[in-house]
């Protein structure tokens, strides 16, 4: 049945390619989608209307810790006069792909479902809303859902994965099939239902490694989504070298990004997997006063979205209000990741370089709390001739994985396989509440089917005959 | 060559449980029928154990009793023990399960045939159909006598080319006792249907009198007896108990020696058996650290001294047939009367029917029971009674009567045939219906009564008497409803004392069954009100306990009901549906789904190849523009 559990869903997706143009557009199609542009969209003006086809601005935030994550226009269409003839929402941003992940995310917890290859175009088509003349591609849409199934199938899944969603399945099919061996035989001697046997096997072969999939993916999301890394420093310290520098690096794969109308300079590098955008806020208007030439105002508006701060010194410069500037952004942003950068080191002399750090450190002191200081361990590069690069991107990397490494991505689900999880766990769990209250085993077997059936999206579908398969082969029944 | 003077509507061959339940529906239903049977001494025997109904079968029969069937009527009426099983679980799978005095089931059954209008009885062997223009007009005999009439419905069960074991010796057989039928098999064949061949087994028999019943665990039917169908008000025959003993490792070691003279073991039988039904040989083959396995002594009847030791079937030679019962408790010298057997049948895979029971292939043909590759009297009557509804509406040129899977059992096993076929025997679990908690045995009769009256099987007295039913139930629940309840010491001692929170502001009676803990049966007793009768009260029950659950299955069954009812057009040409893979249109081909639904749930069918579809039978509309 569950092949079309979907057709009622509200469905979500980024439409524009990934990468490519300076505007990203997600886009939400089905009943649920105005409630959910209402929980995640502030307009602007107090008194929106979200009158049909009309364009609003605002600020897209986070419901659940009220954090606003990016500045956006939104149209909301009314069925029936749209693309698909459903209720039809699009969010227009003006942010890097790792936002736009954000905001897609958001869409999802807020109630959608990621859309399928192909999912509009089909909702379009059988809406009657294109033509025929137009249907001839709609073999493609056919096509790209099989090949999008069958990534999602058993032979999409690799390894160490596939053998822990077995491990799930195969946990669910034994509770499944205590329970309706206890219902369909109830005469059967020593085919009682171990109803502790359930609650543990439910536990520790479904709640448990199921719950770990899903942080697994959320611990590895940043190679998904890539992270926001902000240069800030006093004008001259570097900051553009520093990125260009990194850009040319032999290690780094640089796209450009065109058309960004903010007054940033951003560029896409990979380090080790990990897609990053390098942001340099200053250097596009020159002011007369220094604390404006840095760009503060623009770097605490994309603070949040950062993962993490470069803060770049200038050895010969010392420091000064700039440095207390930038001290207190990271002070209201604390949390982040800061790497301390000391530019310049090819012009030093000897006896200044060897000293270099403590003698900065001394006039950091005044500005930031010795503990905070003490976590800067700084990294010494020049941009000019390279030196301390290497290492930098290291640091950059490690700070961003943590503990993690790299090829944990190998072993954790992605975004459509995650979404698929947090249906079995939410099911599962309400199994394992009803059997705590005591509910009779047809009432759980409920709850433990849908999170089967869910789950047969990724493993491929467990029918009513695998289940009796299992019984039979475990059990010794009949008369 | 003779033709029998009279034509008939409907002709039904053999007279098992599928077979009287089509003969009857049919000349209820005003059709002229005709049921013919090899042994009209056999009419609704019981070949197997004497026993009707348990899990998802109780459901069964009192879903067959709500559309005007006779089955749990004749149970009822020779009942000789009645019980509900599962009464510690919800009332979705609580289910009734009787013993019948195996000899009244079918002399009953024969007066019921015998005196209904509209309905002749004919002992005849049945050697071919005869059709013409893929359309068939009768049967002719094997003494060369032919019946016409307009649909003939096959209830052969295990008759076809049926071979039975004992040992290493093997004999044709419908059933010990009676001869099987080779050339209606051989016709079947020749007409271009798919056959395959099943085995099952039985037990053997044994001398009551020669068991020694003082040890053993005695099992008596529930009081008052729990009995089947709304036309019942009493059961009138004395109630008898069952017994209960255990094989032992002195059984098992028997059994595995005896093994190297199993037809079973040594590749003799090559039908395909059923794994809930196994032969103890095979339980205790398979299960080897299981040290003891449980067999229920059923009796045969009231006046008789065979008793069927149920959880013994066997085709073990007739030596290890004694040695090994009489390892076993109570058992030690008793006396075999008729020895247990597996037998071997065709069968034709269901795959090839339409969701009606009439084959794709022939026209005005239908099959029900065994033939379909389903165990169980129920399973048969169940089919049987849609067959019979159908071929008579055929007649009359009105619309097949197509339950779906979440009306009835009936609609889930006819709808499992029909789309997966089966390979092995088909036995209904409830585990096998997606909305168990709304397909119940106390509301059988408030899901399919109204359908069974409009098509005219339901008769005056059960029309009035469901309607007395439907009303004490909705008296029940507005009075529980009114039924104020304010805090007090007295209410709470009494919730103290089930274990459950006490009161702490006013409420109903309704609203406080809600609790897990509080019992209906609680309840009455406390606030002194009259308990309903069980159907009605379980259905009170779980409408308020599980009203979460019932909602969720019934807003899964408007998603279903919505599916069911986008209808494939009966000249749809899958091989012309773009992005359908070859398999995918050789499956849908063969089984043919009438609607998107079924064809979602033919195996391998992929979301990939239902959008395919959709999307071409979107093309295949008028443009709206």
Redesign the interface.
Known sequence: ?H???KE?DTIAAIATPVGRGGIGIVRLSGNKSLAILRSIFRPSNPHCSYKSHTLFHGFIFDPETGTEIDEALCVYMKAPKTYTREDVVELQCHSGPAVLRQILDLCLRCGARLAEPGEFT?RA??S?RI??SQ?EA??D???A??SG?SLMSVKGLKGDLEDRFSAVRDGLLHCISAL?V?????????EILDQEDVKKVLEEQVIGPVSRLISSFENTQVFRTGARVILVGRPNAGKSSLLNALCGEERAIVTEVPGTTRDVIEKNIELQGIPIVLTDTAGIRHSPDPIEAMGMERIRKLAHEADMFLWLLDPTQGTGREEREVANLLLAFGGKKVILVINKMDTLDEKIRKNISERLFKGLSGMMKVSDLKTLDPCLISAKTGQGLQQLCERIVKGLLGDRKAKDVDVAPNLRQKEVLKKVLDHARSAKRALG???????V??DLRQALDELGKVTGET??ED??DRI?SQF???? | MSVFPKKYGVIVVGAGHAGCEAALASARLGVSTCLLTINLDCIGAMSCNPAIGGLAKGHLVCEIDALGGEMARNTDATGIQFRRLNMSKGPAVRARRAQSDRLLYRLRMKEVIEGQPNLDVVQAMVARLLVKDGRVYGIETTIGQEIHGKKVVVTTGTFLRGLIHIGLKNFPAGRLGDPPSNKLSRSLKELGFDMGRLKTGTTPRLHGQSIDYSNLERQDGDSPPPYFSIMTDRIELPQRPCFITYTNERTHEIILKGLERSPLFTGVIKGVGARYCPSIEDKVFRFKDRPRHQIFLEPEGLKTVEVYPNGIATSLPIDVQIGMVRTIKGLENVKILRPGYAIEYDYCDPIQLRPSLETRLIRGLYFAGQINGTSGYEEAAAQGLMAGINAARAVKDEEPVILDRSQAYIGVLIDDLVTKGTKEPYRMFTSRAEYRLLLREDNAAHRLTPIGRQIGLVGDEQWERFKKKSSRFSQFMDLLKSQRLSPSTEINKWLSSIGSAPLKQGTTASELLKRPEVGLGDLCSFLNLPLPPSDIADQVEIEAKYQGYIKRQEEDVLKFRKWEGVRLPDYLDFSKIPGLSKEAVEKLSKVRPESLGRASRISGITPAAITAIQIYLKKMEPSDN
């Open positions: 049945m092949l079309f559990d009622q089909k088509f059988l009657g033509h025929l249907a709609l073999k849409v056919v096509d859902q099989a199934m309706e206890a219902i369909d035989y109830p005469e059967d001697e020593g209250k005591g509910l009779s085993p047809e009432i077997a409920i029918v009513t289940i009796l039979f010794c029944l009949g008369k």
